[in-house]
Structures are given as C-alpha cells and as structure tokens.
C-alpha cells in the first residue's frame, strides 16, 4: 500500500512490452514524484508482466479493458492495486510523438486522482 512519504511505484502494462508501456516507462523514467516500470502480457513480451510486478505497484496502468480483465483473471490469488485503464489503442510506435501526448496526459490524469501528484 501506497505512504505518503514514499514515492508511489507505477506499473505501466500493455500486450508485448514494445510500443505503449515502454514508451511510458521512457517519458516518465526521470519523473521524480513516483517510480515507474513496463511490462507486456505476452510471453513475447520484452519484459514480461510477473507477480513481483504487481507487488511492487502500487497502480496499474493498462492501455485496454481487456488487459485489466486478463490480469483480474491470471492474478486473482493476489491482492491486486487498482487497476486503471487509459484507453489507448496499439495503433502507434515507440515514442510516436502523439503516443508521448496522450500518454501524458492520461497518466498524469490517472495519478492526480489517485496521489493527488
């Protein structure tokens, strides 16, 4: 569970780990209000989602609703931190310069709500 005077750690997930969360995890790697990584959901996954990820986090961020539903599932031995999802589709490439925006925008959204950051 997330202290107030612990820096918050954020998962950022999507299905391979290539274009979405890495891009995430690239932009904000330096942010100093929380820690961030990435992962993917495929075993072809760069860096493949584990159980010590989603201990490790205190939110996940996932691009789709479906990704949410397929860690509910896989996971549910587990108690899981909540799970955002910032509807972003597979449609752009690592550091797309609209991906960084909208990846921007959206995460930044999701941890003023939820760290007040």
């Not at 932009?27 to 989602?49: E, T, V």
């Not at 996932?62 to 549910?76: D, G, H, N, P």
């Amino acid at each position: 569970m997330y202290k107030m005077s612990e820096k918050p750690t954020v998962l950022v997930v999507c299905g391979r780990n290539k274009r979405r969360s890495r891009t995430a995890e690239y932009i904000f790697k330096n942010d100093m209000r929380f820690s961030i990584r990435s992962a993917g959901l495929s075993p072809k996954s760069d860096r493949q989602l584990s159980e010590k990820d989603i201990t490790w986090a205190d939110i996940i961020l996932v691009m789709e609703r479906s990704q949410k539903a397929r860690i509910v599932a896989t996971y549910r031995h587990i108690h899981l931190p909540t799970i955002e999802v910032l509807h972003i589709a597979d449609v752009y490439d690592y550091l797309d310069s609209e991906l960084i925006e909208l990846l921007t925008e959206k995460i930044n959204a999701a941890l003023h709500v939820a760290f007040s950051l």
